[in-house]
T-cell receptor, first 112, second 113 residues
Framework: EDQVTQSPEALRLQEGESSSLNCSYT??????LFWYRQDPGKGPEFLFT???AGEEKEKERLKATLTKKESFLHITAPKPEDSATYLC?????????????FGAGTRLAVHP | KAGVTQTPRYLIKTRGQQVTLSCSPI?????VSWYQQTPGQGLQFLFE???????NKGNFPGRFSGRQFSNSRSEMNVSTLELGDSALYLC????????????FGSGTQLSVL
């Protein structure tokens, strides 16, 4: 069964304390992986798309990487405004249909 | 450029009733997909519409249905509401496909009493 698992479920950091969020997947026919950020009361907001193992994308304090079995979202010197839930989603084709499977997310809290 | 607009923002219904949610995608986007988000199950795919045709469907019962109009606006309907249908319903649009980045609305928070 296709599955996406994010860890940890929740993470508390001090401002400036770098860390990484993990998204591991067991799917067949991965076509791409997405990272989204979701603030309370809002819909997810797109961050990155990764298509192949070894690929990396960066945006401000965030860097996403992809291997054959997992993706990491590295947060360097986080600020309180980085507090949000971070979701990863894998895109695959199954049974002739596009399929997008989201992980449960990691709730990140950055304290000053 | 206006974002994805969902109405209403909040909705309270009782068991057995039906509900219709509305989604206006970003201008020029032809793909609209719907998701249910709950604390226990996370984001789960309901269905996707493209050019007024349902192109893809998740594993939800037939009580959940949708449609898309010629202007790409979409509606989602849930009949015979159950307590377990309480959730945040999110609509997302993209230019042509769910394998592109999705632009989400703020959702409709549905509470079933």
């Amino acid at each position: 069964e296709d599955q996406v698992t994010q860890s940890p479920e929740a993470l508390r950091l001090q401002e400036g304390e770098s860390s990484s969020l993990n998204c591991s997947y067991t799917v067949s026919g991965l076509r791409g992986l997405f990272w989204y950020r979701q603030d309370p009361g809002k819909g997810p907001e797109f961050l990155f798309t990764l298509y192949s193992a070894g690929e990396e994308k960066e945006k401000e304090r965030l860097k996403a990487t992809l291997t054959k079995k997992e993706s990491f979202l590295h947060i360097t010197a986080p600020k309180p405004e980085d507090s949000a839930t971070y979701l990863c989603a894998v895109f695959l084709i199954s049974g002739g249909y596009n399929k997008l499977i989201f992980g449960a997310g990691t709730r990140l809290a950055v304290h000053p | 450029k206006a974002g994805v607009t969902q109405t209403p923002r909040y909705l309270i219904k009782t068991r057995g009733q039906q509900v219709t949610l509305s989604c206006s995608p970003i201008s020029g986007h032809r793909s609209v997909s719907w998701y249910q988000q709950t604390p226990g199950q996370g984001l789960q795919f309901l269905f996707e519409y493209f050019s007024e045709t349902q192109r893809n469907k998740g594993n939800f019962p037939g009580r959940f249905s949708g449609r898309q109009f010629s202007n790409s606006r979409s509606e989602m309907n849930v009949s015979t509401l159950e307590l377990g249908d309480s959730a945040l319903y999110l609509c997302a649009s993209s230019v042509a496909s769910t394998n592109e980045k999705l632009f989400f609305g703020s959702g409709t928070q549905l509470s079933v009493l």
